[in-house]
């Protein structure tokens, strides 16, 4: 008896924001260190590379590392450092998405395949307009759509149901380990953007979407699954 299973075949991509169709992580990044550096909490560039995908109170509670504060000081600092987040992301124009990013968007739908958003941020929406992917994109689920952040699969499967697909026939494309998780605890198959160190559990794991086709997704699958 062959040990292949039959895969359900691939009916659409629901891809993550922050480090895959733009980098928004370095604006992340930035924000978070200012708030730190005004509160005087130890934070660098190493340290952020553990909130990569993760919620903005997950964030702030890894920033703290067990710090108490009172509630009240927790959701000013909240409010600042997404105030801070948002200063910084008017200045996204379209020339902001990263290479290869819409052009595989706009295959994938030339395919008959469908595209859906999948972020843990709340904020989105608006960095989506400012780069000018909503039309190429069949579905938003974002950081306002579930309660659960990632990595449990709320958000992905929130995302397949808009797609009106079953989990299994989704690719989710994802640049941090945290996404990589809540994929596969949905069932979703995975493809990883980034370092193998990061990434490492997806089905198959691609440097960035530069150059890359719907049939170089769908043969990286194939070989690896
Ligand atoms: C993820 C980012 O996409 O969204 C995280 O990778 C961020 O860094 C999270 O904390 C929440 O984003 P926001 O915009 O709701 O604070
Ligand atoms: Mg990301």
Request: charged letters at 25%; glycine letters at 8%.
């Amino acid at each position: 008896m062959s040990l292949e299973r039959e895969r359900m075949p691939v009916g659409g991509f629901i891809f993550d924001l922050d480090g895959v169709l733009t980098d928004t992580a370095e604006f992340h990044y930035r924000a978070w260190q200012r708030l730190a550096d005004e509160e005087g909490l130890p934070f660098d560039r190493a340290a952020n590379e553990h909130l990569r995908g993760v919620s903005r109170r997950a964030s702030l509670e890894l920033i703290l590392k067990g710090r108490v504060y009172p509630n009240e000081k927790i959701e000013a600092m909240l409010a600042r450092k997404n105030s801070y987040y948002l200063e910084a992301i008017r200045a996204i124009t379209p020339a902001d998405v990263l290479p290869g990013a819409r052009e595989l968007l706009a295959e994938i739908r030339a395919a008959g395949l469908k595209t859906a958003l999948g972020s843990a941020s709340r904020n989105a929406g608006e960095v989506l307009d400012r780069l000018g992917l909503r039309p190429l994109l069949d579905a938003v689920a974002d950081g306002n759509s579930v309660e659960r952040p990632k990595p449990a699969p709320d958000l992905f499967l929130f995302a397949a149901r808009l797609l009106d697909l079953p989990p299994a026939a989704c690719v989710v494309v994802e640049d941090a380990a945290a996404g990589i998780e809540a994929a596969q605890a949905g069932g979703l198959r995975t493809i990883g953007i980034g370092p193998p160190e990061r990434v490492g559990r997806a089905e198959a794991v691609l440097p960035s979407l530069e150059g890359v086709h719907l049939a170089a997704l769908l043969n990286a699958l194939e070989h690896r699954a």
